[in-house]
């Protein structure tokens, strides 16, 4: 509960108590520093602002599952889309890690193209790529996902999980409420996106 005291005729919130020990531990955790993780929050802005902002010509966002391995055909497919589009001058940006994120930037290296790696920081999983020429590195996913949308004027999905369809339907979402301007959000792979595509019609 909140524990509330008057002040000169108002009311003034103070901490949040309770007496279950193990809720008070999580309060306390959710509650710590908040007013300085802005400044953290504010950084991370900043600087994939001032990093990307200097990619030159125009930029596509590949999203797609990071357990792919090099011998499956989804992560050759990717090597070869991204490698195609590079050498047309386009940026690829991924989101760093392996899979299909390391295909991607796979592509764009061996073309001579821009290669951009925004890095998400995990427990597990998450190591950033060996082929990325511009790296990131973020904590905050929403900040991270800012910098997909903003610099890229297409979106290329291959088959993934929770995180691919996070990523997608928030684009999805800012174009159909008109925060951002209409783009292409391409899902690469009939028999993978097919069901999703009957659900949502």
């Known amino acids: ?68 391995t090099p011998d499956e055909t989804y992560y050759k497919l990717t090597v070869a889309i991204a490698g195609e589009l590079s050498r047309h001058g386009y940026a690829i940006i991924t989101g760093g890690g392996p899979g299909i994120m390391e295909a991607a930037n796979k592509g764009a290296t061996d073309s001579g193209g821009y290669s951009v790696g925004l890095n998400i920081n995990l427990p597990f999983e998450q190591e950033p790529n060996i082929f990325t020429n511009l790296p990131l590195s973020f904590k905050y ?41 209409p783009f292409p959000i391409i899902l690469v792979g009939t028999d993978f996106w097919s069901g999703l595509m009957d659900w949502i019609h």
């Open 1 to 68: 509960m909140i524990h509330r005291r008057i002040n000169n005729g108002g009311y003034e919130e103070t901490a949040r108590r309770t007496t279950d020990p193990q809720q008070q531990y999580w309060l306390d955790y959710f509650n710590a520093g908040d007013s300085w993780r802005l400044f953290r929050i504010m950084s991370e802005f900043v600087d994939g602002f001032d990093t990307l902002s200097g990619i030159k010509g125009p930029a596509v966002s590949f999203f797609g599952s990071a357990r792919t």
């Open 141 to 181: 996913f929403f900040v991270r996902k800012v910098m997909f949308i903003k610099y890229a004027m297409a979106f290329i999905c291959m088959p993934g999980g929770f995180g691919t369809l996070d990523e997608a339907f928030e684009a999805i979402t800012l174009i159909q409420t008109r925060r951002i301007k």
